[in-house]
């Protein structure tokens, strides 16, 4: 079993920034990532970090977001930058640990004012 503690969400005017966090407790997690949802739409990937550090971004997010990952602190970053209104959403931590299992954070929100 894995438990995803998320934080840093909030509301931000267009061109700021924010940090999230997520703090993982339990097994050993291969992927952990981002992913966020906005009203009416499908939850999307944001971005995903491997345990041996290889990293994925969504084309919106390239260039504006930065994943890392801390494997010692089983804890997954995402430093958002420049950021839209249309980045608004409620950001959800993942975690995957194996093909079949993957844990989801309770969510943050994310508003960006114009």
């Known amino acids: 079993q894995v438990q995803l503690v998320e934080s840093g969400g909030g509301l931000v005017q267009a061109g700021g920034s924010l940090r999230l966090s997520c703090a993982a407790s339990?097994?050993?997690?291969?992927?952990m990532g981002w992913y966020r949802q906005a009203p009416g739409k499908p939850r999307a990937m944001v971005a995903t970090a491997t345990s041996g550090g290889s990293t994925n971004y969504a084309d919106s997010v390239k260039g504006r977001f930065t994943i890392s990952r801390d494997n010692v602190k089983n804890t997954v970053y995402l430093q958002m930058n420049s950021l839209k209104p249309e980045d608004t959403a409620v950001y959800y931590c993942?975690?995957?640990?194996?093909?079949?299992?993957?844990?989801w954070g309770q969510g943050t929100q994310v508003t960006v004012s114009s």
């Open positions: 339990g097994s050993f997690i291969s992927i």
């Open positions: 993942s975690a995957r640990v194996s093909a079949t299992s993957l844990y």
